[in-house]
């Protein structure tokens, strides 16, 4: 008899467990590289983005998000640690591996796996798919194992037989920057994604644990490849292109050209007009087609009734320089490069737009705390879960980005970069003052007026070298 009731008891228990788990929010976890803000949802109404506007409505939207290093490789083993770059011992670059670089740091697919979640990597999560390999649930799912394997990802053997294949850069053997063909969604990467999420979606959601869900979409990345449809949906003629293809005033010589499109080749006349709104319109494109993905995984989260109990996140990776100061790329603390989207879709929150200062190394605590499960120690952010209960609440007093030796603060009004040498001595600075000078077009530093505030971000840098970094 006590035999039985003790088989009673552990099924009620057991029973009482799985309820409780069940009750626990899924994720899905949307990540773009290279997604700067120019979206419909962020007032940029040349940008076609129907189904992240959608998304958008019904989120908070972050207008001060940023990323804590403009690099994806970096950025992502951040992110997805909680941990803060630190030149040069970790996340410095696009080749970082997190399990190389702080082996300590607990990743977030490990937590909500080891706290009852079933835990999926479809596309470009880490930067590379076998950093972290084993944290997950099942095996990642990548088209390319490696970010870097270019002839898997581009299938060179087949292009090589093109006509646009014949016209390589000799020193990479990358192609074309851009490509507009008139083919179906699925011979697209990005769309493989989609319907590998959404097969999985299908296939997990009458499960007896959440899920964590990271996908990864390729796009807008270079080369700017989408389906011509997406092209069709832009004329060209009416894109307005940077007014600022000029280096600002005064700028430190640690803040060089980031020229990432000219790893690719056809790009001719890049000052002239023709170029900037063709890269524009390539780039538009291609953040047009991966609007219309997440469109589709979106929508079947709604088919399959899982909306309702699921927190949807969608963030770039870092921003993008499209011929702003003659940038083009990201690799530097310009603004551009450095503020990217982040909006969060989670059930019993508030919708709106949060002005407050995050960083995304926040969003594995703010996860965490909503999904209440338990933050690893090694976790540097600090949760936003505030922000998303009254998006008009204060956030952060700074948001922290690091660039090879430089260091940039940024506070909603200004941001600061400083560079060191070798003995920490400053080597260079700009300060931008955002409230009358947005784009960035002059450094301030020097300015006798704007002492009081670069002495404050000078000391709000040493705290964080000193406090987080412990250097």
């Given at each position: 008899m006590k035999t039985d009731r003790l088989i009673v008891l552990a099924s009620c228990a057991a029973?009482?467990?799985?309820?409780?788990?069940?009750?626990?929010?899924?994720?899905?976890?949307?990540?773009?590289?290279?997604?700067?803000?120019?979206?419909?949802?962020?007032?940029?109404?040349?940008?076609?983005?129907?189904?992240?506007?959608?998304?958008?409505?019904?989120?908070?939207?972050?207008?001060?998000?940023?990323?804590?290093?403009?690099?994806?490789?970096?950025?992502?083993?951040?992110?997805?640690?909680?941990?803060?770059?630190?030149?040069?011992?970790?996340?410095?670059?696009?080749?970082?591996y997190a399990q190389t670089d702080a082996p300590w740091a607990i990743p977030i697919s490990q937590t909500f796996r080891d706290q009852g979640y079933y835990a999926t990597s479809t596309g470009k999560v880490f930067h590379n798919t076998d950093d972290h390999e084993g944290t997950w649930s099942e095996a990642p799912w990548a088209i390319s194992p490696n970010s870097k394997d270019w002839a898997e990802y581009n299938k060179w053997e087949l292009w090589l037989n093109d006509e646009s294949g014949k016209h390589l850069n000799p020193k990479n053997n990358r192609g074309p920057y851009c490509e507009s063909a008139d083919v179906p969604d699925s011979l697209y990467e990005d769309n493989k994604i989609a319907r590998k999420?959404?097969?999985?979606?299908?296939?997990?959601?009458?499960?007896?644990?959440?899920?964590?869900?990271?996908?990864?979409?390729?796009?807008?990345?270079?080369?700017?490849?989408?389906?011509?449809?997406?092209?069709?949906?832009?004329?060209?003629?009416?894109?307005?292109?940077?007014?600022?293809?000029?280096?600002?005033?005064?700028?430190?010589?640690?803040?060089?050209?980031?020229?990432?499109?000219?790893?690719?080749?056809?790009?001719?006349?890049?000052?002239?007009?023709?170029?900037?709104?063709?890269?524009?319109?390539?780039?538009?494109?291609?953040?047009?087609?991966?609007?219309?993905?997440?469109?589709?995984?979106?929508?079947?989260?709604?088919?399959?009734?899982?909306?309702?109990?699921?927190?949807?996140?969608?963030?770039?990776?870092?921003?993008?320089?499209?011929?702003?100061?003659?940038?083009?790329?990201?690799?530097?603390?310009?603004?551009?490069?450095?503020?990217?989207?982040?909006?969060?879709?989670?059930?019993?929150?508030?919708?709106?737009?949060?002005?407050?200062?995050?960083?995304?190394?926040?969003?594995?605590?703010?996860?965490?705390?909503?999904?209440?499960?338990?933050?690893?120690?090694?976790?540097q952010g600090k949760s936003f879960l505030p922000l998303l209960k009254d998006p008009e609440s204060k956030g952060k007093a700074f948001a922290f980005i690091q660039w090879g030796k430089g260091t940039n603060v940024v506070d909603g009004n200004y941001s600061y970069a400083e560079w060191t040498d070798k003995e920490r001595r400053s080597a260079g600075e700009m300060l931008f003052d955002h409230s009358v000078d947005p784009e960035e077009n002059t450094n301030v530093a020097s300015q006798t007026r704007y002492r009081k505030q670069t002495d404050r971000f000078r000391k709000a840098i040493h705290q964080f070298r000193t406090r987080i970094l412990k250097d």
């Open positions: 029973l009482a467990a799985a309820q409780a788990q069940a009750k626990k929010p899924n994720v899905l976890f949307l990540i773009v590289d290279d997604l700067r803000t120019e979206l419909g949802c962020y007032g940029a109404p040349q940008v076609k983005t129907p189904n992240i506007d959608r998304l958008a409505r019904n989120s908070t939207v972050f207008a001060n998000a940023y990323c804590n290093v403009p690099v994806s490789g970096a950025s992502r083993a951040s992110f997805l640690t909680g941990v803060y770059p630190k030149f040069p011992e970790r996340f410095i670059d696009a080749d970082t999420v959404i097969s999985d979606l299908q296939r997990l959601q009458n499960s007896d644990k959440p899920f964590f869900m990271a996908v990864g979409f390729r796009r807008p990345h270079l080369p700017f490849n989408a389906p011509k449809k997406y092209w069709d949906l832009y004329k060209r003629e009416e894109i307005v292109t940077a007014d600022n293809r000029y280096l600002p005033e005064d700028l430190p010589k640690q803040v060089y050209g980031s020229r990432e499109i000219f790893q690719y080749t056809q790009t001719g006349n890049v000052d002239s007009d023709d170029f900037h709104r063709e890269a524009r319109h390539a780039y538009y494109a291609c953040v047009s087609f991966v609007d219309a993905q997440i469109g589709l995984v979106l929508d079947e989260l709604d088919n399959l009734g899982l909306a309702d109990n699921t927190i949807v996140v969608l963030v770039g990776d870092h921003g993008w320089h499209l011929g702003e100061h003659t940038f083009w790329g990201k690799h530097n603390l310009m603004n551009h490069a450095t503020r990217a989207p982040l909006i969060v879709r989670m059930p019993g929150t508030s919708d709106g737009v949060s002005r407050g200062i995050v960083e995304f190394v926040d969003i594995y605590p703010t996860l965490c705390q909503a999904c209440k499960i338990s933050c690893p120690k090694s976790v």
